[in-house]
């Protein structure tokens, strides 16, 4: 069976040089498909992501909704999902949400729905088993004005594995 891989990154918070770095490493491992757990932050980010298929939850810091779902809709390749989502890649349903609003990334982890719930918001990766069948993931960070480690996810549902990767 051929692997399903999805990219997952977050908190991108207008860092347009480390978010051009995520795009070469998911481009080198031929990513294609992109689920994004918000703080994008403004509008003309989104530019930056051509080329893929990608699906974007809002994060407490996309105060432009209008303005992102505007420059969603010129790029023609970006799903916006509002606060939360559950995207289906064939069998596998995944969950995402920013992780800020805990009600609602509980909702997701222990709906049974979702085999996978993706977040953002801490800006520290990391992988949770939250039920026996439920993984929880963070990326980690690609923006914001603290120095931690700059962070994306490369996830192949078909194998039920993560890869964290530094950019």
Not at 9 to 33: G, Y
Not at 56 to 75: E, F
Request: hydrophobic residues 40%.
């Amino acid at each position: 069976m051929k692997a399903v891989k999805i990219g997952v990154l977050s908190d991108t918070h207008n860092n347009e040089a480390n978010t051009l770095r995520a795009l070469d490493v998911f481009r080198q491992n031929q990513i294609t498909q992109l689920i994004h757990c918000g703080d994008v932050t403004r509008p003309p980010v989104l530019e930056l992501f051509r080329g893929f298929e990608m699906w974007l939850v809002w994060g407490n810091n996309d105060q432009d909704l209008s303005g992102l779902r505007t420059a969603a809709r010129h790029a023609d390749n970006i799903h916006c999902m509002g606060y939360d989502a559950i995207v289906e890649f064939g069998p596998h349903r995944i969950g995402a949400c920013h992780g800020d609003d805990q009600d609602r990334l509980a909702g997701l982890t222990h709906s049974g729905l979702c085999e996978w719930v993706f977040r953002g918001h801490s800006h520290v990766h990391g992988l949770e088993k939250i039920q026996p069948r439920v993984s929880l993931l963070n990326p980690g960070a690609l923006g914001g004005r603290n120095p931690e480690p700059r962070g994306i996810a490369i996830v192949d549902l078909t194998h039920a594995t993560a890869q964290f990767l530094q950019v």
